[in-house]
DNA sequence: CTATCATATGAACATATGTTCAACTGTTTG
DNA sequence: CAAACAGTTGAACATATGTTCATATGATAG
């Protein structure tokens, strides 16, 4: 029988179990880091980062946004669809138009930070 | 010769021209939009946020960060050269051991910030 | 120098992601 | 109802991404 942890375990090195020990603790509860990455995730993209700030200047419907940004509207329109799924936006309809709007002004501050670091790098 | 923006113009469409005109504005500088996707991009992988999590708890070396998340060295050192791409993490090399650490404390608020957003949804 | 250990790296692979294209809803207008 | 318009969606496609495997590098011990 295999060691079932010999794809990484390296019996020699560890040479400190006690901080091993703090990182498991730290690094246990996996569904929320995959919760943490999946957040950030939405902000991964160039495109959903250009829609947001866009946003950011007031509620817009489908094809003002791709009219700004030089986008097709079905690039958009997926687009907005993933971050209405992270309820990053809002939308609304009214008449043949669906108005989209930033979901709280949670999202203006991660942008706003992220920004304020790239910019101070 | 065809229209140069036949491909995502609605001429009919778009009711408030002044609202585009903002949003350009908010979103011309492309080459910033993509250095803050780039960003966000780095902890878009739960791997990365585990990585980050375990190194928040002290500086670690290469093996008993794969020990803490049991994964293979090869995996984690692939997701250290990311994170030491975006000089999220700085490395110190002591003897045959490598060891990580996160590289300013900016890092750690951008995690727990968004932990918290996480949680509190 | 040789062997060994810790880490890094490149190639290969499978999966995820973003855009396009075409087709489909749903709404308004005639 | 039919036509036109705004938006959505699914399939196809190319590219990006993360892990594995094998191998390379760098440091130390014998």
Redesign the pocket.
């Given at each position: 029988m295999i060691d079932e942890e010999s794809?990484f375990a390296?019996e020699?090195?560890p040479p400190h179990p006690l901080s091993i020990e703090k990182a498991k603790a730290a690094v246990e509860n996996e569904d929320e880091m995959q919760a943490i990455s999946d957040f950030f995730?939405l902000f991964?993209?160039s495109?959903?980062i250009r829609i947001l700030l866009a946003l950011g200047t007031g509620e817009m419907?489908?094809?003002?946004i791709?009219e700004a940004l030089g986008?097709?509207?079905?690039?958009?329109?997926?687009?907005?669809?993933?971050l209405r799924g992270g309820n990053l936006v809002r939308?609304r309809?009214d008449?043949?138009?669906?108005?989209y709007s930033l979901s709280d002004d949670h999202v203006r501050t991660v942008v706003r930070t992220a920004t304020e670091h790239i910019r101070e790098v």
């Amino acid at each position: 029988m295999i060691d079932e942890e010999s794809q990484f375990a390296h019996e020699g090195c560890p040479p400190h179990p006690l901080s091993i020990e703090k990182a498991k603790a730290a690094v246990e509860n996996e569904d929320e880091m995959q919760a943490i990455s999946d957040f950030f995730r939405l902000f991964s993209d160039s495109t959903r980062i250009r829609i947001l700030l866009a946003l950011g200047t007031g509620e817009m419907c489908v094809c003002d946004i791709s009219e700004a940004l030089g986008m097709t509207q079905s690039a958009i329109s997926h687009q907005l669809r993933v971050l209405r799924g992270g309820n990053l936006v809002r939308s609304r309809r009214d008449g043949k138009s669906v108005f989209y709007s930033l979901s709280d002004d949670h999202v203006r501050t991660v942008v706003r930070t992220a920004t304020e670091h790239i910019r101070e790098v």
